[in-house]
């Protein structure tokens, strides 16, 4: 028996969530628009990548490359290392 109501509740939509005659969980249903959305953007990261490693003309369009390091200075990036940290804190909370 879960310990605490959280647990009781995640316990509960979890057992919701599986559906015998569904051919995906309702967990894998919930993650296909975050990985849809990962997926896009993985594209466009390596579009642009591909853009500036082989075009000249693209890496002489100073507009261009100075909105791209602006762009690149505001994401947030972090290593696998602190991604990994901060994954498994939040999981152990959760």
Not at 47 to 71: C, D, G, P, T, Y
């Amino acid at each position: 028996m879960a310990a605490s109501n959280a647990e009781q509740i995640a316990v509960d939509g979890i057992a919701h969530a599986v559906d015998a005659d569904a051919k995906v969980s309702a967990l894998s249903q919930g993650m296909a628009a975050p990985l849809n959305a990962i997926k896009i953007l993985r594209s466009k990261v390596n579009f642009l990548i591909n853009a500036v490693e082989h075009s000249e003309e693209v890496r002489k369009n100073n507009s261009f490359m100075r909105r791209l390091n602006q762009i690149v200075a505001m994401t947030p990036i972090a290593s696998k290392a602190d991604f990994d940290r901060e994954f498994m804190q939040d999981y152990s909370e959760t």
